[in-house]
């Protein structure tokens, strides 16, 4: 069973940066999909930024390009959401997320990934 615990948020002044960690464990391969997403009250969970674990690749929503960055570590416990130039529309709660993926694609949408943190909070003040 995989688990995911987030950590890292907070409250920034625009134009801060935070850094999430999401630490894993329970699965015992790379074919997996590994991401971020965000979710505002009243609206939808939307991706941020995901990557394939197998070759890191990654992809971003065009609102975050260029400001946060997705990473792991060596050992591939633990992701990290790099986020800065934080602006006040970034203000949400932040999830870590995780789907097996045999064919190393990662689907953007929220409804592909089975496995889910509890979240943590972002606020960002203008």
């Known amino acids: 069973q995989v688990q995911l615990v987030e950590s890292g948020g907070g409250s920034v002044q625009a134009g801060g940066s935070l850094r999430l960690s999401c630490a894993a464990s329970?699965?015992?391969?790379?074919?997996?999909?590994m991401g971020w997403f965000h979710q505002a009250p009243g609206k939808e969970r939307e991706r941020v930024a995901i990557?394939?674990?197998?070759?890191?690749?990654?992809d971003y929503a065009a609102s975050v390009k260029g400001r946060f960055t997705i990473s792991q570590d060596n050992a591939g416990n633990t992701m990290y959401l790099q986020m800065n130039s934080l602006k006040p529309e970034d203000a949400a709660m932040y999830y870590c997320?995780?789907?097996?993926?045999?064919?190393?694609?990662?689907?953007?949408?929220?409804?592909?990934?089975?496995?889910w943190g509890h979240g943590t909070q972002v606020t960002v003040s203008s």
């Open positions: 997320a995780a789907a097996w993926s045999l064919r190393g694609y990662c689907y953007p949408g929220a409804r592909n990934y089975d496995y």
């Open positions: 329970g699965y015992t391969s790379s074919s997996y999909c």
């Open positions: 990557m394939f674990i197998g070759d890191g690749s990654t």
